[in-house]
């Protein structure tokens, strides 16, 4: 039997209860408290800390809460209360930074080619733009777009219409916000690998034992996997994740919290 500890029990309670609120309340906090792209109008300080305590859907919040609930203990048990406290909101605030330094790296070189397709729009331009931007659009119209403007590249209509969805990828990417504690929790499970690598786990699907190190270096390098790949849909900020388990690595470095055999 798990026994559940302080910070842990305040975590979960925070996050269900905020969670919660908004059903009751019918309100989406994530327009207001998530964290937004740092240049545009929405963003606020205030949300590099509110955006760890929101969550998208029921499936989002209880993913992320199941591992705390799992592996937090031990690890609180094994820090001490404050250390604990201090490692969540690290790899929390790491997982932000990362995602953030990412996705200003990406909206700057949007930004310029977006910039210069619209000064000179021309069908091979538009088949580089989509063929790295086109996930955030059903395959099947970009597909389409992009084979007529091929065919009728003078197209006036058909120039506007490339411009627009230029315009609506910049738009996009810039309206996006990260919430959730993901970033901490991955952080958690980075910590538990290290701390407890030889734990053996037993997965539900496919349902077989596996230590803890090697669980999370598979899940590790399908994260990085992922975020290379950028499937049509995906809106999971995988760099998060990474940036939570590279500032928990760090921090079981720094700190010297030897391996429990």
Not at 13 to 36: A, M, Q, T, Y
Not at 42 to 67: K, R, V
Not at 153 to 169: C, D, G, M, R, Y
Not at 236 to 251: E, K, P, Q, R
Request: with cysteine; charged share 15%; aromatic share 18%.
């Amino acid at each position: 039997m798990i026994q559940i500890t302080p910070v842990v029990r305040n975590l979960l309670f925070l996050n269900f209860g905020i969670f919660l609120l908004g059903i009751l309340l019918k309100i989406d906090f994530s327009e207001i408290f998530g964290l937004h792209y740092i240049f545009s109008n929405e963003f606020a300080p205030y949300q590099i800390l509110t955006h760890l305590f929101l969550h998208g859907d029921f499936g989002h919040i209880f993913g992320n809460m199941l591992s705390l609930f799992f592996f937090g203990p031990l690890l609180e048990n094994y820090m001490g209360s404050k250390r604990f406290l201090i490692f969540y909101f690290i790899c929390g605030f790491g997982a932000s930074l990362l995602y953030t330094s990412v996705n200003y790296w990406d909206i700057s070189q949007l930004k310029d080619i977006i910039t210069a397709y619209v000064a000179h729009p021309n069908p091979s331009d538009f088949t580089v733009l989509m063929s790295k931007y086109g996930y955030m659009f059903k395959p099947e119209a970009i597909f389409e777009l992009t084979n007529e403007f091929e065919e009728s590249p003078n197209s006036f209509a058909l120039i506007e219409q490339t411009k627009e969805v230029a315009e609506a990828i910049y738009y996009a990417k810039t309206s996006i916000e990260l919430i959730g504690a993901s970033g901490a929790v991955f952080g958690i499970l980075m910590a538990f690998a290290l701390i407890f690598p030889n734990v053996e786990m037993m997965l539900l699907f496919p349902p077989i034992p596996i230590k803890a190190k090697y669980f999370v270096a598979l899940y590790g390098m399908y994260e990085l996997y992922a975020e290379i790949i950028q499937k049509a849909g995906d809106n999971v900020a995988h760099t998060a994740h990474l940036g939570g388990m590279l500032f928990a690595f760090i921090l079981i470095k720094y700190w010297g919290l030897k391996r429990v055999r």
